[in-house]
């Protein structure tokens, strides 16, 4: 796979919808590059117009104005044969999983097999091997309603793989599992993606899986993109109140705010609490902490912390001047979101 091409390419993207009181916009002016083996993560508020653009990136929406290229394919010239094969290579997961009911684990494995008119007993074969992938060979025979939805998901995520897809769309699939079901099949998506080299699209209103598996992010604000890039340079300097809002809570900022108050971001070759006491002690004045956390991002320890600094502005200034001397990402936080 070509990672220097975008396996998926948005251009100028828009969708409207007919409402009854009119035109409705879902979508506005959308460009994105995703490449070949990224996990790249599509997050925003509930109606952000996240779904409609993962809709919008197989075809399974028709685009208002814009296109979709697919391994370089402009998706808006295909034909409707040509289209088929193209979703093929597109894998797709559901929140509420869309499994048939009636069929066991390894029939609904097979059901796309079954429509690319693969054979019964190579199908079988197959969905067997998948079923094996993603840890759950001893439920072959059973029903969706004998499963948790851990496995339910993991079953979809089987399906979704059946017919060799390049790449998952995943459209909030972890949003109705509880949160170590959301680890394992967070896991299980990374696995994929590095043994078999299968890009990951994940859309998302929850920045502990963006946080959790993507390398890449694009955050969607009010129907546009306001902010992508590496999911690690987005959290130390958001530069859209969107991602800012999804990174940290600001709500906790406001409430100190008659004092400044700035935020500080280490990337895990630094340590805080020694700069901090430093700095009180260097300067005999104290500082509130109002808000810290940590976070795992790529596998790389990542923390933040605001602190509300004394009244008197020259000491601010000089404090602020003090972090930044010291190699930590600072930032002020007044009006912040």
Do not use: W
Not at 208 to 217: R, T
Not at 279 to 284: A, H, I, N, T, Y
């Amino acid at each position: 796979m070509n990672r220097c091409v975008p396996i998926i390419r948005i251009q100028n993207l828009s969708k409207s919808f007919k409402g009854e009181n009119g035109e409705v916009r879902a979508l506005e002016n959308i460009n994105l590059e995703i490449y070949g083996g990224d996990i790249f993560g599509i997050i925003g508020v509930s109606g952000a117009g996240k779904s409609t653009l993962v809709r919008c990136i197989n075809f399974l929406e028709r685009p208002t104005a814009g296109t979709v290229f697919f391994d370089g394919k402009d998706m808006n010239t295909l034909t409707r044969k040509e289209l088929y094969q193209v979703r093929q290579s597109m894998g797709m997961i559901f929140q509420q999983f869309n499994l048939l009911m009636q069929r066991n684990a390894l029939d609904n494995v097979c059901f796309p097999l079954e429509i690319s008119g693969i054979g019964k007993k190579e199908g079988r074969k197959k969905a067997m091997e998948l079923l094996e992938l993603v840890g759950l060979p001893d439920k072959a025979n059973a029903f969706p309603s004998q499963l948790s939805g851990g496995q339910r998901q993991r079953v979809a995520i089987a399906r979704a793989l059946a017919t060799n897809p390049k790449v998952l769309l995943c459209d909030e699939a972890t949003s109705a599992l509880d949160p170590n079901t959301t680890r394992g099949v967070l896991e299980l998506l990374k696995d994929i993606n590095k043994n078999l080299g299968v890009t990951v699209v994940v859309i998302t209103h929850e920045m502990a899986v963006v946080e959790g598996i993507c390398n890449k992010v694009a955050v969607i604000d009010e129907h546009r993109i306001a902010e992508t890039g590496n999911v690690g340079e987005v959290f130390i300097s958001p530069k859209s109140a969107a991602a800012r809002r999804l990174f940290f809570p600001g709500d906790t900022v406001e409430r100190f705010a008659e004092n400044r108050c700035c935020r500080i971001v280490f990337d895990g070759s630094s340590s805080f609490e020694p700069v901090i006491a430093d700095m009180v002690l260097k300067f005999r004045r104290t500082v509130n902490i109002i808000f810290a956390d940590t976070k795992n991002i790529e596998g790389q320890a990542y923390g933040q912390m605001v602190i509300q600094l004394p009244a008197d502005e020259e000491v601010a200034v000089r404090m602020i001047e003090y972090l930044k001397s010291k190699g930590l990402a600072v930032e002020e936080v007044k009006d912040f979101v």
